[in-house]
Nanobody
Framework: QVQLVESGGGLVQPGESLRLSCAAA??????????MRWYRQAPGKQRELVAT????????NYADSVKGRFTISRDGTENTMYLQMNNLKPEDTAVYYCNAFDHVRNTDYWGQGTQVTVSS
């Protein structure tokens, strides 16, 4: 089991940047066990996948809507995953959730979410 805590959300203007953090707590090599993802959910919309970083090798993938603007990364010494968000747009406004998928147990774990609001 893994516990996830997001931070770093806030209110920014269009074109500005934010970095979200997801601190993970679990036994074992977290990033060797779990594929990590960022999702977001805007009001009235379904939760959507934003970015993925796979376990072990750390291959990254992005939703088309954020390619070239967002970067997912991780720090194994800190057991923390990040989402660097640049050139933010109003349509990026959402609650952002950290997700860890356990391939052995076929189980998802979620953080509590952090609000990102992009508005002038």
């Amino acid at each position: 089991q893994v516990q996830l805590v997001e931070s770093g959300g806030g209110l920014v203007q269009p074109g500005e940047s934010l970095r979200l953090s997801c601190a993970a707590a679990a036994s074992g090599n977290i990033f060797g066990i779990y594929t990590m993802r960022w999702y977001r959910q805007a009001p009235g919309k379904q939760r959507e996948l934003v970015a993925t970083i796979t376990r072990v090798w750390g291959t990254t993938n992005y939703a088309d809507s954020v390619k070239g603007r967002f970067t997912i990364s991780r720090d194994g010494t800190e057991n923390t995953m990040y989402l660097q968000m640049n050139n933010l747009k109003p349509e990026d406004t959402a609650v952002y959730y950290c997700n860890a998928f356990d391939h052995v147990r076929n189980t998802d774990y979620w953080g509590q979410g952090t609000q990102v609001t992009v508005s002038s």
